[in-house]
């Protein structure tokens, strides 16, 4: 499936074609005729060691089943959206650097939501993996992460890639001061921009008690408050 979608080159009549294709290799029929037109499989000659298989009847009961999965037509109808090869790789990678700046563990008001969002955004657009080259060990050779895949059961490798860079936070710093310095800008309330507002000293939403009083109130799980 991957590799029918992957080289359909964005045609989805090729791409069903390659995909029903798999009902002739199985069986052992490499070259066959369809619509009037011959076609074979993309594979090079198979040596003789693969030509003696034992490929699946047309008349058994295994073949049978792989035919009403690869010809299901709910399956058939949504390949033919995939022939352009689009699939959520990039999407899952922007997502965990969206965690970097939005813990799901954290609330953010929705103007802190919103700006952090963009933040992500900025990040991801200047170190997906479309830009960032993969990195190379002292002798020049690329790395790689041998990672376990729990999917396939497999051990596979996944190139590492060079560190990311933030230069984008410089790029908006700057913005920002030269934005604030802009004498043509003007803002609805100055004073509140001249004034540093006054953080809370913690995350507590009531005021801190007196250290003796806390002590006092204590409760051990293992013992009374009279122990």
Request: hydrophobic fraction near 35%; glycine fraction near 2%; charge should be positive.
């Amino acid at each position: 499936m991957w590799w029918s979608c992957s080289s359909s080159k964005g045609d989805p009549k090729e791409l069903l074609r390659r995909w029903k294709s798999i009902l002739h290799h199985i069986c052992g029929v490499h070259r066959w005729e369809e619509d009037g037109m011959e076609h074979k499989c993309y594979h090079t000659e198979l040596p003789a060691d693969e030509q003696i298989k034992k490929w699946l009847a047309e008349d058994s009961p295994a073949y049978k089943v792989l035919y009403e999965v690869v010809m299901n037509t709910r399956l058939l109808k949504d390949l033919e959206q995939m022939a352009l090869f689009k699939h959520t790789g990039q999407l899952e990678v922007f997502h965990n650097a969206l965690l970097k700046y939005c813990p799901k563990r954290l609330h953010f008001e929705y103007a802190s939501m919103q700006a952090r969002t963009m933040l992500a955004v900025m990040d991801h657009n200047e170190n997906h993996n479309t830009q960032r080259q993969q990195a190379k060990t002292a002798s020049g050779l690329q790395r790689h992460n041998v990672v376990f895949q729990k999917q396939s059961k497999q051990w596979i490798a996944r190139p590492v890639y060079q560190e990311t860079t933030q230069t984008f936070r410089n790029d908006l710093m700057d913005a920002v001061i030269q934005r604030r310095l802009d004498p043509s800008v003007k803002y609805q309330d100055p004073e509140s921009h001249s004034k540093v507002p006054r953080l809370a000293a913690n995350i507590a939403r009531v005021s801190k008690p007196r250290k003796e009083d806390v002590i006092s109130a204590h409760t051990s799980r293992f013992t009374g408050p009279d122990s």
